[in-house]
Structures are given as C-alpha cells and as structure tokens.
C-alpha cells in the first residue's frame, strides 16, 4: 500500500516502484471520472452554498460577483415561511412511506417469484415495466386513470366498489372514510402519490431481493424444514436474516433517492392538495419568483436534513448491519 | 391439520393471489395506455370503463396527429423523438468514456485515494437533483447553453456516472489478472491492455451500462424542463408530452399516443437485454 517513491528517486536511472507505477496509472485514471464529477456536480454544489447567502434574484445574477454581499436573508425567509415546515413534514411523511411501501412490495413479490413456474421469466420481465418506463409517460397513465371525470378507477370503483361519488385521488387533500362509526381523515393525495412512488420503485428493490433470495443455500432450510420449522418459521429465522443487509441497503438507498424525489411529484399533483415536498417548493421558488438565492438555501436545508438523517442511521443501524453480515 | 400443514396450503394460495395481482398492477397499466391511445375521445368519455375497443371504433388518427409536424397542425413528435434519440446517446456516450476508465482504476489499481473515489461518487446522490438544477440553471443561462441540446446532455453525466462505475466496476473485478499479466509480458502497455484485453472482455457490462444510461437519458424530466421549457425546437418527448398535456387542450387520447411512442422505444430496449441489465445492476447484491 505504500505510496512512497524514495526507491526511485534515491537511485536515480533505476525503473520506479510497482506500487508508485500503480499509484501514478490509477490517478490517470481516474482523472476524466473525477474532472467530469467536479464540473457537473461539486462546483455546481459549491456554489449553491454561496448562492445560499447571497441575495441572487435571476436577473440581477449577472452583475453579482461571486463573492461577497453575504447575507442570512434567505435563510431567514425560508425557516419564517410558513410553507416550510410542514414541506418538510410532507417530504418525510412521504419519503418514508414509499421507501416502505416500495420495498416491502419487492419483498413479497421476490418470495413469490422465487420458486420457478410456467411463464416466471415473462412475468419478471414485465414486472420491471414500472421501474423503467419514463416517468411522465406512467404519471400521465395514473393521471387519466384516476381522473374523477373518465377515469377507469372511479367507473369501476362505482360499479363494483359501490362508491357513490367519484374520488378525485390527486386534489384531494384529506378524505373522510368512516370506518365502524368512527370519522377519520386520511390524507388522500399525499397517500396516492405514496402509492404511485411505492408501485414505480418496486421492482427495483424485488431485482435485489430476487438476486439475493435465489443465493441463499437450499441445505440452510432443508435443515431446517427437518427441524419441523413451518414456512413462516423458516422465513423468519432463515430467510429474513439472510436478507437483512440487502434490506438495510435498499432502504438507505430509497430514502435518499425519494427525498429529494421531484418529477414524480410535479407530474402528479403539481405540489397541490398536501403533497408540496420541499423538492416541489425548490422548483417553484426558482422558476417563478426567480429568487435564486432562496431556492439554493431551501436546496441546502434539504440537503443536510438528509445527512443528518442517514447520519443518524449509521449511529444506530451501522453496527448491527455490520453484525447481522458477520 | 398440523400448523405446517396449514401453512404450506394457505401461503400456496397467497402465492398465486400475488402473482396475479402483481400480473394485473404492472402490466394493466401499460394495457390501458395502448388501449387509449386507438380510441377516439368520444368513446373513452361514453365508456369509460370499457377495457376493450370495438373494431369500429379503433383508430390510429390519434398517432398521426401526435407525430405529425406542427406545421401540418400536429404535435410534432418526430422531431422529440430526434431531439430525445441525440440527447440520450450522447449521455451514453460520454458517460462511458468518462467512467470506464474511472472503473478501471477503482477495480484495478491501489492508488493514493483509490478507497474514497467510489464514496465520493455516492456522495452525488445525496444531493438532491434540485440543488444542483440551481446553479446549472443559472451557470448555462450566463454560458448561453440554456437552451441546448449538449449542455443537456453534459448534466446527465452528473446523474449517471455514478452508477456506471458501480455497474463496471463489479464486472471488472471478475476479469481474472492473469489475462492482464500475459498482455503486459508481451510487451503491453496499460492503456494497450485495457484496450485490446480488458475492453472487448468487458462488452456485456458496456452494453448492460449503457442501455441503462440511455433509459435514464431518455426518461429525464427535470433539466429538460428546466433547460428547453422555452424553445419548443428543442424539447424532448418527455418535456413535449407534459407541456403539451398541461397547455393548450389535446385530447388525452392524443397524448396517450404521445406517451406510448415515449414508452416503447424503452421498452423494445428493456425486453432486448433484460437478462444482461439486471445482471448488470444486482451483480453484487447476492454478496450482501
């Protein structure tokens, strides 16, 4: 692992270390990967966190130098807004929710899948569709579907279902369901853009969980199952031990891709009726009041909430993952 | 009956009742968007319910007007499609050429930092895609890119790189090191053996990363709106079907073609090579 060259350059005119060869080659390597990722992603971040106490509107941007003029303006603006914390709420209430929904479908539909049949290979296959068709393609589907109007939903929702009323799923904000007497509201349009986010990730997490299920040694529930232990036993003490790490790592994964999740959203609901996530308000404050510098410090809050956050995670869950894998 | 008896019957039954609501979930979807796109309005509005299409009913005006050029009165899809096709395998290009090396050395070589490269390219993700919208917006608007088709695609760089690597990255380790050795005794240079040796070996993950770049390329929303939104010349499919779908009135089924012409190409790519895709992106996952 040493890096160091003194052989080479102590003995001047004799071919340089192995290691100091490899070192040299892999920087060289590297360099086009890290040029492009500096360009494209580090400045770019850098210099939102200057644009973040700047007081940058788009049109006077040009005249404003990179430095100076530092203000907490925009911070002050944000955390005093009264749309802010409860974006915020929204981002979590939502990131949560269809990270679990998300995987625990995977989850299912991987145990499911995992004992051949006739027609599996298709199925898989089909089963991706959500995952990789474009976006506004599939919300533009569950927009029509769930339209109030000619929705298929809400028709066969009527015929079958015996709903009285169409539902308008994606500019509801709470609906009130009564449940055994008793009145609750749920807030449906944050619920349907969950649902939609939960059926468009999953089968990313079921590929995963898929892979990993179909690695786990049969001789391990053999053993088991002549122990007498019932399925559910066996997947309990067998199967889901074994999983745990993919689990954990997917939902690592989720959280942070749906928490700064905006197309999805936008395409929905356009942020409307309870589900404006701060990524949603990042957009809005950008393109329509132009206010570059309170849109770069809304960005920022919503990245360190995030590292604080996972953060928090590897304080408390790292270890015990670690452990689960030993 | 015996608890394991009881349990071998009943989740032999959910497993069937799964499949099949998992069948229904991703595939009536799709069905229902092709459905929509051979009607006329009219008989969506009548029937809304229907899931079939009577044979008087069918049509394929819905497709001749989203594809026709705006000058002949239609939406003008050809040209998204051009403008998308470009975007995308420029993205797939460029990313390959900036992160196959990148892989390579993460793979290969021990080098000052070579253990916090794959790190640093994770860490991207944790920024949301929002955070750097801002300050590309703002860079391309003052380098007069805003409104370009290559400047697009030098932002998805930024959102693809990452998982290029980790993809090549896995396949690269199970290239055996002996290969390179016998290259480098006969005289190789490194650049020579990843070249000639190492390259041609790694074909399938190439292909495998780059038809995932490609689909995301193709399926991005975000920059395209932020960057084309104002030049209609330049919109991609995607920002055409959502900007013609919140503007003027289409009829949605008019749009329901638009949106099965942005999905097939995907999808002809996704069936072509699933196997190789999904290998691709769980490789790795098994070892937890």
Same mark, same amino acid.
């Given at each position: 692992?040493?890096?160091?060259?003194? /052989? *080479?350059?102590?003995?001047? /005119?004799?071919?340089?270390?192995?290691?100091?060869?490899?070192?040299?080659?892999?920087?060289?390597?590297?360099?086009?990967?890290?040029? &492009?990722?500096?360009?494209?992603?580090?400045?770019?971040?850098?210099?939102?966190?200057?644009? *973040?106490?700047?007081?940058?509107?788009?049109?006077?941007?040009?005249?404003?130098?990179?430095?100076?003029?530092?203000?907490?303006?925009?911070?002050?603006?944000? !955390?005093?807004?009264?749309?802010?914390?409860?974006?915020? /709420?929204?981002?979590?209430?939502?990131?949560?929710?269809?990270?679990?929904?998300?995987?625990?479908?995977?989850? &299912?539909?991987?145990?499911?899948?995992?004992?051949?049949?006739? /027609?599996?290979?298709?199925?898989?296959?089909?089963?991706?569709?959500?995952? $990789?068709?474009?976006?506004?393609?599939?919300?533009?589907?569950?927009?029509?579907?769930?339209?109030?109007?000619?929705?298929?939903?809400?028709?066969?929702?009527?015929?079958?279902?015996?709903?009285?009323?169409?539902? *308008?799923?994606?500019?509801?904000?709470?609906?009130?369901?009564?449940?055994?007497?008793?009145?609750?509201?749920?807030?449906?349009?944050?619920?349907?853009?969950?649902?939609?986010?939960?059926?468009?990730?999953?089968?990313?997490?079921?590929?995963?969980?898929?892979?990993?299920?179909?690695? $786990?040694?049969?001789?391990?529930?053999?053993?088991?199952?002549?122990?007498?232990?019932?399925?559910?036993?066996?997947?309990?003490?067998?199967?889901?031990?074994?999983?745990?790490?993919?689990?954990?790592?997917?939902?690592?994964?989720? !959280?942070?891709?749906? +928490?700064?999740?905006? %197309?999805?959203?936008?395409?929905?609901?356009?942020?409307?009726?309870?589900?404006?996530?701060?990524?949603?308000?990042?957009? %809005?404050?950008?393109?329509?009041? +132009?206010? &570059?510098?309170?849109?770069?410090?809304?960005?920022?809050?919503?990245?360190?909430?995030?590292? &604080?956050?996972?953060?928090?995670?590897?304080? !408390?869950?790292?270890?015990?993952?670690?452990?689960?894998?030993? | 009956?015996?608890? #394991?008896?009881?349990?071998?019957?009943?989740?032999?039954?959910?497993?069937?009742?799964?499949?099949?609501?998992?069948?229904?979930?991703?595939?009536?979807?799709?069905?229902?968007?092709?459905?929509?796109?051979?009607?006329?309005?009219?008989?969506?509005?009548?029937?809304?319910?229907?899931?079939?299409?009577?044979?008087?009913?069918?049509?394929?005006?819905?497709?001749?007007?989203?594809?026709?050029?705006?000058?002949?009165?239609?939406?003008?899809?050809?040209?998204?499609?051009?403008?998308?096709?470009?975007?995308?395998?420029?993205?797939?290009?460029?990313?390959?050429?900036?992160?196959?090396?990148? #892989?390579?050395?993460?793979?290969?070589?021990?080098?000052?930092?070579?253990?916090?490269?794959?790190?640093?390219?994770?860490?991207?993700?944790?920024?949301?895609?929002?955070?750097?919208?801002?300050?590309?917006?703002?860079?391309?608007?003052?380098?007069?890119?805003?409104?370009?088709?290559?400047?697009?695609?030098?932002?998805?760089? #930024?959102?693809?790189?990452?998982?290029?690597?980790?993809?090549?990255?896995?396949?690269?380790?199970?290239?055996?090191?002996?290969?390179?050795?016998?290259?480098?005794?006969?005289? #190789?240079?490194?650049?020579?053996?990843?070249?000639?040796?190492?390259?041609?070996?790694?074909?399938?993950?190439?292909?495998?990363?780059?038809?995932?770049?490609?689909?995301?390329?193709?399926?991005?929303?975000?920059?395209?709106?932020?960057?084309?939104?104002?030049?209609?010349?330049?919109?991609?499919?995607?920002?055409?079907?959502?900007?013609?779908?919140?503007?003027?009135?289409?009829?949605?089924?008019?749009?329901?073609?638009?949106?099965?012409?942005?999905?097939?190409?995907?999808?002809?790519?996704?069936?072509?090579?699933?196997?190789?895709?999904?290998?691709?992106?769980?490789?790795?996952?098994?070892?937890?």
């Amino acid at each position: 692992m040493s890096t160091k060259t003194s /052989g *080479a350059t102590v003995r001047r /005119g004799r071919p340089r270390t192995t290691s100091s060869r490899e070192n040299r080659a892999g920087l060289a390597f590297v360099t086009p990967t890290f040029l &492009v990722v500096l360009v494209v992603v580090i400045l770019p971040i850098l210099w939102t966190v200057l644009l *973040a106490f700047q007081n940058a509107k788009l049109v006077d941007i040009q005249e404003n130098g990179l430095f100076g003029n530092w203000t907490l303006d925009n911070f002050q603006q944000v !955390f005093g807004s009264p749309g802010f914390w409860s974006s915020l /709420g929204t981002t979590l209430l939502y990131t949560v929710g269809a990270t679990a929904g998300s995987i625990l479908l995977g989850l &299912v539909a991987a145990l499911a899948l995992r004992k051949p049949f006739r /027609g599996r290979g298709i199925l898989r296959a089909s089963m991706l569709l959500p995952y $990789v068709a474009p976006v506004v393609a599939v919300s533009f589907v569950w927009e029509v579907a769930l339209s109030p109007q000619y929705g298929i939903v809400n028709e066969w929702g009527g015929k079958l279902l015996g709903w009285d009323d169409p539902i *308008a799923f994606l500019s509801t904000r709470s609906y009130e369901v009564s449940l055994l007497g008793a009145h609750f509201d749920i807030p449906l349009a944050l619920l349907t853009v969950i649902a939609f986010e939960s059926w468009r990730y999953f089968p990313f997490a079921f590929l995963f969980m898929l892979a990993r299920l179909q690695a $786990v040694p049969d001789s391990l529930e053999e053993a088991a199952e002549v122990d007498g232990a019932t399925l559910s036993q066996r997947f309990r003490h067998i199967l889901l031990p074994q999983m745990m790490p993919v689990i954990a790592l997917l939902s690592v994964l989720r !959280f942070i891709m749906t +928490f700064n999740k905006f %197309d999805d959203i936008y395409l929905l609901t356009g942020g409307g009726s309870g589900t404006d996530v701060v990524a949603v308000r990042v957009y %809005d404050f950008l393109t329509s009041r +132009f206010d &570059v510098g309170a849109a770069s410090a809304q960005a920022l809050i919503l990245a360190l909430v995030l590292m &604080v956050l996972l953060g928090l995670y590897f304080m !408390f869950f790292g270890k015990k993952v670690q452990e689960e894998q030993a | 009956m015996s608890r #394991a008896q009881f349990e071998e019957r009943f989740f032999g039954i959910a497993r069937w009742v799964v499949i099949v609501f998992l069948a229904v979930i991703t595939i009536v979807p799709f069905y229902y968007m092709l459905l929509l796109s051979v009607k006329p309005i009219d008989s969506l509005l009548v029937d809304p319910g229907s899931l079939w299409v009577s044979s008087k009913d069918f049509t394929l005006d819905t497709y001749r007007s989203v594809l026709k050029s705006t000058e002949d009165g239609g939406q003008g899809f050809l040209g998204m499609l051009g403008n998308s096709a470009l975007v995308a395998v420029a993205t797939v290009l460029l990313t390959l050429a900036a992160a196959v090396p990148g #892989a390579y050395a993460v793979s290969r070589l021990k080098f000052f930092g070579s253990r916090h490269v794959s790190a640093l390219f994770l860490a991207v993700y944790l920024f949301p895609a929002t955070l750097l919208a801002v300050p590309l917006f703002v860079m391309f608007a003052k380098m007069g890119l805003s409104g370009s088709l290559v400047g697009l695609a030098i932002v998805y760089i #930024a959102q693809t790189v990452p998982v290029s690597i980790y993809m090549m990255k896995n396949y690269f380790v199970t290239i055996p090191f002996s290969i390179e050795e016998a290259a480098a005794i006969d005289g #190789a240079s490194r650049l020579q053996t990843v070249r000639k040796v190492i390259l041609p070996l790694a074909l399938p993950t190439l292909m495998a990363t780059g038809l995932y770049v490609f689909m995301i390329a193709w399926n991005e929303f975000l920059f395209a709106l932020l960057f084309l939104a104002a030049d209609p010349d330049k919109w991609t499919v995607s920002l055409g079907l959502q900007q013609l779908a919140n503007g003027i009135e289409v009829s949605k089924t008019v749009l329901m073609a638009g949106s099965v012409i942005l999905t097939i190409p995907v999808v002809i790519l996704f069936f072509a090579s699933e196997r190789l895709l999904t290998e691709g992106l769980t490789s790795g996952a098994d070892k937890g």
